[in-house]
């Protein structure tokens, strides 16, 4: 069985974050996301890269200009501050515990999500080329 087609078979019960690879913030949390996925339960993908766009594009949002990080598993896609809460959750604990932040509304959450989101190269800056996980993670990334 080649490589790809054990990634394939691996890929259906996995969790896959794509994220925005050239944001300061954004790698920071999908490096927080490998050091704390101890289940492995996630897989992630830069928006950058072609498996990502790839995504981003399937579920009609501009690669070139998201506003979100997306959680897809299986045909279900998460975005905004659903997507977040239910990575934290899944992270175990302590990280479990973010869960509370769904007794507020999320029509309140989504917009202070979105803010950040629209304004994050100007509050925590870019990259001039995207993140790269040391080694010991590459494997988890597609």
Same mark, same amino acid.
């Given at each position: 069985? $080649?490589?790809?087609?054990?990634? $394939?078979?691996? !890929?259906?019960?996995?969790?896959?974050?794509? *994220?925005?690879?050239? =944001?300061?913030? =954004? $790698?920071?949390?999908?490096? *927080?996301?490998?050091? /704390?996925?101890?289940?492995?339960? *996630?897989? !992630?993908?830069?928006?950058?890269?072609?498996?990502? $766009?790839?995504?981003?594009?399937?579920?009609? +949002?501009?690669?070139?200009?998201?506003?979100?990080? +997306? #959680?897809? /598993?299986?045909? %279900?896609? &998460?975005?905004?501050?659903?997507?977040? &809460?239910?990575?934290?959750?899944?992270?175990?604990?302590?990280? %479990?515990?973010?869960?509370?932040?769904?007794?507020?509304? %999320? *029509? #309140?959450?989504?917009?202070? /999500? #979105?803010?950040?989101?629209?304004?994050?190269?100007?509050?925590?800056?870019?990259?001039?080329?995207?993140? &790269?996980?040391?080694?010991?993670?590459?494997?988890?990334? #597609?």
């Amino acid at each position: 069985m $080649s490589e790809n087609s054990e990634q $394939s078979i691996s !890929l259906d019960d996995q969790k896959i974050v794509v *994220f925005d690879a050239e =944001c300061i913030l =954004c $790698s920071a949390n999908a490096q *927080f996301i490998l050091k /704390y996925d101890r289940r492995r339960h *996630f897989m !992630l993908a830069a928006m950058q890269g072609n498996y990502g $766009s790839a995504l981003y594009r399937k579920h009609d +949002i501009d690669p070139t200009n998201p506003e979100t990080l +997306i #959680l897809v /598993y299986k045909d %279900k896609l &998460l975005r905004n501050s659903d997507a977040v &809460l239910a990575i934290y959750a899944d992270l175990g604990w302590p990280w %479990k515990l973010a869960i509370v932040a769904r007794i507020i509304p %999320k *029509f #309140l959450r989504d917009p202070i /999500y #979105l803010f950040v989101a629209r304004n994050r190269y100007r509050i925590f800056g870019k990259r001039d080329s995207c993140w &790269l996980p040391t080694p010991e993670y590459r494997d988890r990334m #597609l």
